[in-house]
C-alpha cells in the first residue's frame, strides 16, 4: 500500500504514545486526522491542541462524517491493546476500511529511509531519544519516532527538513506483539533481551527466536549494535555483511573508562572501534543510562557526528518524561518518577539511586503493571524492591488485560524482605505520605496510571 493514496486518517487507540506519534507526523503533512481512545490525559489534550480531534466514547455515532463518505479514501491506524469487543473497530472491519496496526504503518513510513531502529525489553527509549538529540544537535537532519516525551522536544516525535535525498529515520523497535518485524534497519541497537511480554511470547525461547528475526532484518552493509549481556543465540541470524559492535559498562568492542558520579551526573569516556571520545558528560543519572549512551555515541559516530559535536550534544541532553525524572527536590527531600516496570529495570533504578544517595532513607512506590507480568515475575520483583527502606506497593494496573484468577499485588508484597512495606490502594497513597513525610528520598515507580500521583505529591512536598 502507499500511504500517499490516502487522505483521511483515523486511530483507534490515539492517546498511546507510539499511535500519538504517528498522529502528529500525518497531521503535521497537513491530513486531517481523528481518533478514538478511552481516557482523557495530558497526551491527548495536546494532540486536541494541535488540531486533532479526539473523542473518548466507544461510540460509531461520532466516527466523522469525513471518514464515513470516504471509505476508500480513509486509512484506519490500530493499536494492538484496542480490545476485540470493541463497536468502532468491528464497525470499521465490517464495512471495509483498510485497518493497519501501528507496527505496519511505521514500517510504511521507514519503508524508503535510512533507518536507525532502537529495540530491547528495556531502554529502548532513552537511547532512541539520545540518538535523535545527537544526530539533531550534531547536524544530522532526521525525523524520530520515540516512546516517550523527549524533554529536548517536549514531543515524541521531531520532523526532519527533508533536505536529504533519503531521509533518516529513527524509531523506537517495540517487542511487544511482534512490531519490530516490519522494520529493516540501517543501523540496529539492542539494548536488552530479558523474558517479558510472556503474555505473547509464552516463553523466553520465542522472545529470543524473534528478536533473532528482527536482527536478521538488518540490512547488508548495516550495523547491529548488541549489549554484551544479551543472549549470545541472538548473533546466529546476524546477515553477512552486517557488522557487530558489542558494548557495556565495562565489556564488548565499546565500553566506558573513567567513570565518575558528579552530583546527578554521569562522566565518563568513551572507548569505540569509530574513536575514542573523553570527558562525556550524561546528566540523566544511572549506570544503565550510561550504557545507553554509549550506545547512542556509537551510532552518532556511524552517521558521521563528529566527537566534538557528540560531547557537545550530550551534555545538553535532558532526557525523557518518566525515565529517572526528578520532580521535587528541596528541605532535604528529592522526588523521583520513573516508568520502570520490569525487575531489571528496577534492579537498575534502584542501584542508581543507591549510588547517588547511599545514605539516605529510600521510599518507593510501585504499581505493578499487567497480572501475567505479576504472576511470570512475582519473585524478581520482590528481589528488586527488597532494597527500599519503605515499599508502598498499589494494586495491579491491569491496561489491556482481564484479571487473572489468584493474581494480586499481595504476591509480590509476601517476598519483599524490606523493613517496610505495605499495601495502599492509589487513591490512599498522597493521605498516607501526606501523614508519613519523613522519607528522604521518595520514588514513584510504574508503567501505569501512577503518574497520575505525581501532582499531587508534589504539591504536599511543595506545601511541608
Not at 479526539?54 to 466523522?64: A, C, F, G, R, T
Not at 496496526?101 to 536507525?116: D, N
Not at 511470547?201 to 549489549?227: A, C, M, N, W
Not at 550510561?290 to 556511524?302: D, P, Y
Request: hydrophobic share 40%; charged share 25%; net charge negative.
Amino acid at each position: 500500500m502507499r500511504l500517499e493514496d490516502y487522505s483521511y486518517i483515523y486511530f483507534l487507540g490515539i492517546g498511546g504514545i507510539g499511535m500519538s506519534a504517528i498522529a502528529r507526523w500525518f497531521n503535521a503533512r497537513g491530513l486531517p486526522v481523528w481518533g478514538y481512545d478511552k481516557t482523557r490525559t495530558p497526551l491527548t489534550e495536546a494532540l486536541e491542541q494541535e488540531g486533532i480531534r479526539v473523542h473518548y466514547e466507544d461510540d460509531v455515532n461520532q466516527l466523522p462524517s469525513e471518514i464515513l463518505d470516504n471509505k476508500e479514501a480513509t486509512l484506519v491506524v490500530l493499536t494492538p491493546a484496542i480490545p476485540a469487543e470493541h463497536t468502532e473497530w468491528a464497525y470499521l472491519k465490517a464495512q471495509g476500511y483498510t485497518i493497519k496496526k501501528r507496527s505496519e504503518v511505521l514500517g510504511i513510513i521507514t519503508g524508503s529511509a535510512y533507518t536507525v531502529a532502537v529495540a530491547g525489553t528495556h531502554g529502548k527509549t532513552t537511547t532512541s531519544s539520545i540518538v535523535t538529540h545527537l544526530l539533531h544537535e550534531g547536524g544530522v537532519d532526521c525525523s524520530a519516532f520515540l516512546g516517550g516525551i523527549a524533554t529536548n522536544l517536549n514531543s515524541n516525535l521531531l520532523i526532519g527538513k527533508g533536505t536529504a535525498e533519503q531521509e533518516t529515520i529513527v524509531v523506537e523497535a517495540d517487542e511487544y506483539d511482534r512490531s519490530f518485524l516490519t522494520l529493516y534497519p540501517d543501523i540496529a541497537i539492542v539494548t536488552s533481551a530479558d523474558p517479558d511480554h510472556l503474555d505473547i511470547y509464552g516463553d523466553k525461547e520465542e522472545l529470543i527466536r524473534t528478536f533473532q528475526r528482527f536482527i536478521s532484518q538488518v540490512k547488508p552493509g548495516g550495523y547491529l549494535i548488541l549489549h554484551s549481556d544479551t543472549d549470545p543465540r541472538l548473533l546466529e541470524k546476524v546477515q553477512e555483511g552486517v557488522q557487530v559492535i558489542r558494548y557495556s559498562l565495562n565489556e564488548g568492542d565499546s565500553r566506558v573508562q573513567q567513570l565518575e558520579i558528579q552530583g546527578y551526573s554521569f562522566c565518563f569516556d568513551a572507548e569505540t572501534p569509530f574513536g575514542n571520545i573523553a570527558r562525556l558528560k550524561l546528566a540523566l543519572p544511572g549506570y544503565h543510562n550510561v550504557e545507553n549512551a554509549l550506545a547512542a555515541l556509537i551510532a552518532g559516530q556511524l552517521m558521521g557526528v563528529s566527537e566534538d559535536r557528540l560531547r557537545e550534544a550530550l551534555a545538553t541532553y535532558r532526557g525523557v518524561k518518566r525515565r529517572f525524572e526528578i520532580v521535587y527536590e528541596g528541605q532535604g527531600q528529592v522526588y523521583i518518577d520513573d516508568y520502570a516496570h520490569h525487575p531489571k529495570e528496577i534492579d537498575a533504578f534502584m542501584t542508581s539511586l543507591r549510588a547517588i544517595y547511599p545514605a539516605k532513607k529510600l521510599t518507593v512506590v510501585f504499581q505493578p503493571h499487567l497480572f501475567s507480568r505479576t504472576r511470570d515475575f512475582a519473585t524478581e520483583f520482590a528481589q528488586s524492591l527488597s532494597a527500599a527502606d519503605e515499599l508502598i506497593l498499589l494494586d495491579i494496573y491491569p491496561a489491556r488485560e482481564k484479571p487473572i484468577e489468584g493474581v494480586t499485588s499481595e504476591m509480590i508484597l509476601g517476598l519483599v524482605n524490606g523493613p517496610k512495606k505495605i499495601l495502599l490502594h492509589k487513591e490512599e497513597v498522597a493521605a498516607y505520605l501526606a501523614e508519613n513525610a519523613d522519607f528522604e528520598v521518595l520514588a514513584t515507580v510504574g508503567a501505569g496510571d501512577i503518574d497520575t500521583l505525581v501532582k499531587p505529591i508534589k504539591n504536599i512536598l511543595e506545601n511541608n
